[in-house]
């Protein structure tokens, strides 16, 4: 059970998250906004309560690991590794100008606390079966968290992660779908259908649970429960509203990859603020 | 490097994969990081010893090459050394992307085998039969791209493999190849190896066609034709060194390859002559074909991939020097 300090903590860090995360695309004009927006609060919930990490250490073996498998959230992974000290925030203005650490695409090579590569959709799915196969080989009880989007589960090789996770009772791993039912081109119903995530899941051999993905206490209880059954890989399966937080472009389907105007970047702050200021006096 | 050739160079008794599988064995003994990955082709690829002996090191992944590629690729970001098997066609043109992002461009340490290269998928036909594996890994920067010739050769390419940080492409022959080294011979990664000395043209082989290659330059030698042969076993990165020296001393090159010459090896040998010291060449390889079923000699003369063909070609380039 979550403190009430911890929770109005957890949410002003999905908020600060998402402010950064504006801030840093506005400063470039461009970028991957809707998809970063959506998963500001389990990334919350990750960083801000559950996960084991050293930000002065990105590599420590005891670690728990984070990949994002719809790598081009990778802003607001930034946004909350720079706000947890792995960087100097002043970092974040760098976003995909030349020779930055913090490419569109989550790069484990360039930026500290990125576990994985990834960007090709799908990918990050098998290298987090991986890597938690690996810590199981070597009786190592670190959590592996995997991130994907319900676009992003349209490529097959997610399945083939799904059915060979399942079989394999890697326990140590608990996924997410960010279900903010918007992809590229469209609602994801109308594109490719994948209809209910969790008992998809689930028939693969999952422990699977559906929750509101903007609820950090909901996101967090689910995580808990997952932690807590030990016979199966978990998914939960974040519903959520593609960038959310900001009304302007909240489930529009243009607000994939988009421009961000200096106008545009006051509107968002504005409301940002506004919504930080409710939670810091509880309401 | 340390080279002994087989006095008469027949089909060896033993298998390759035999020795692919002992050899992992022999990783294993002294490596729990060793880690042998399948699709659902260990019974074709003889390592059910493995699975066996160290069941707790092999993860058969079922028929997903794809999530395979992954998983190996994840494996090593926590120190395995993870080797990768499936058909060379699954290997290397299924999975394009996943070698590309997961194992090369994440600077993972992935070790991939491919096999029944080319005509050696024989009855498994144009579906099974890649002419083009060599060439889409030899693509993706950084990737190491080999052919084994015989067991000798595959002994000692898998430890280097091994001990070996970064992604390296392998294609394997399941079954019987041709003896061309004996036991002992030791060889250096990215440098050609020297099957015998020759004045008038080099003929640089690989895979399937070193035996043939080396066969050509005895029937060249009746013929009063004095060929290098060389045994370009690493196709990238390619033995600079060893063509330009050949272009210089004998002025005239064949490939040959069990692949298609687009893309492949001679693609390869003609990119550094062109750059340094354009000299004649003559490809014998698929010429831009899909595969089809049949036995490996009746492939061989298909393909055109045989010692008569490279005499012919050998005769062929000659003629062109200048």
Request: hydrophobic letters at 40%; a negative charge; aromatic letters at 6%.
């Amino acid at each position: 059970m979550l403190s009430e300090n911890k929770v109005k903590e957890l949410k002003k860090f999905s908020k600060q998250i998402q402010i950064e995360t504006v801030k840093m695309i506005a400063s470039l004009g461009v970028g991957h906004l809707g998809g970063s927006l959506s998963i500001a609060d389990a990334l919350a919930v990750l960083y801000g309560e559950q996960m084991k990490y050293d930000p002065k250490n990105p590599k420590w073996a005891g670690r728990d690991w984070f990949i994002c498998s719809k790598g081009h959230a990778g802003p607001a992974v930034y946004s909350a590794l720079a706000l947890k000290q792995f960087f100097p925030m002043s970092e974040l203005k760098t976003l995909n100008r030349p020779g930055t650490k913090l490419p569109s695409h989550c790069d484990r090579l360039k930026t500290p606390g990125i576990d994985m590569t990834t960007g090709s959709l799908g990918q990050g799915s098998s290298t987090a079966a991986g890597i938690a196969l690996a810590h199981k080989m070597n009786h190592m009880d670190n959590r592996i968290y995997l991130m994907l989007g319900d676009g992003e589960i349209d490529e097959g090789q997610v399945w083939e992660m799904a059915l060979f996770t399942g079989t394999q009772k890697l326990t140590n791993l608990i996924a997410f779908v960010d279900c903010n039912k918007l992809q590229l081109d469209g609602p994801t119903c109308e594109i490719c259908d994948v209809g209910n995530v969790a008992q998809k899941f689930e028939d693969f051999g999952w422990y699977a649970q559906s929750v509101d993905g903007h609820d950090v206490v909901a996101i967090n209880e689910a995580i808990e429960k997952a932690k807590a059954q030990h016979e199966k890989p978990s998914m939960i399966v974040l519903n959520t509203e593609k960038a959310h937080g900001w009304t302007m472009f909240a489930n529009k389907i243009g607000s994939h990859s988009t421009t961000i105007s200096a106008d545009q970047l006051e509107d968002a702050l504005r409301e940002m603020n506004a919504a930080m200021k409710s939670i810091e006096e509880g309401k | 490097m340390s080279i002994k050739i087989a006095k008469e160079i027949v089909m060896d008794k033993e298998e390759m994969r035999n020795a692919f599988c002992s050899v992992l064995m022999e990783l294993a003994e002294n490596n729990k990081d060793i880690i042998v990955l399948d699709a659902d082709l260990m019974g074709a690829m003889g390592t059910r010893a493995f699975q066996k002996k160290y069941p707790e090191q092999t993860v058969n992944c079922g028929i997903q090459e794809a999530n395979m590629i992954g998983v190996a690729a994840g494996l090593s970001a926590v120190g395995k050394i993870p080797f990768a098997h499936t058909f060379a066609p699954f290997a290397t043109r299924r999975v394009c992307d996943q070698v590309f992002m997961s194992a090369a461009y994440a600077r993972n340490n992935v070790k991939i085998v491919g096999s029944d290269p080319g005509i050696t998928a024989s009855l498994n036909g144009g579906t099974h039969m890649p002419f083009e594996d060599m060439g889409i890994m030899r693509g993706l920067p950084e990737l190491t791209v080999l052919e084994p010739t015989d067991i000798t050769m595959l002994k000692w390419m898998i430890k280097e493999m091994a001990a070996t940080y970064g992604v390296q492409y392998m294609r394997l022959v399941r079954k019987n190849c041709m003896k061309v080294y004996e036991e002992g011979s030791t060889f250096e990664m990215g440098k050609a190896v020297q099957l015998c000395d020759g004045t008038d043209v080099t003929i640089i082989a690989s895979g399937y066609c070193v035996a043939e290659a080396y066969k050509a330059a005895s029937l060249l030698k009746e013929a009063g034709v004095s060929a290098r042969v060389l045994n370009m076993f690493c196709w990238k990165p390619i033995d600079q060194e060893a063509i330009l020296k050949a272009a210089e001393e004998t002025g005239a090159i064949v490939t040959a390859e069990n692949h298609n010459v687009i893309n492949g090896l001679g693609s390869a040998v003609a990119e550094v002559l062109v750059k340094n010291r354009p000299t004649p060449v003559e490809m014998i390889g698929v010429q831009d074909e899909f595969g089809e079923v049949g036995p490996v000699d009746y492939l061989s003369e298909r393909f055109k991939l045989n010692a008569s063909y490279i005499v012919e070609a050998a005769k062929k380039v000659i003629a062109r020097k200048a």
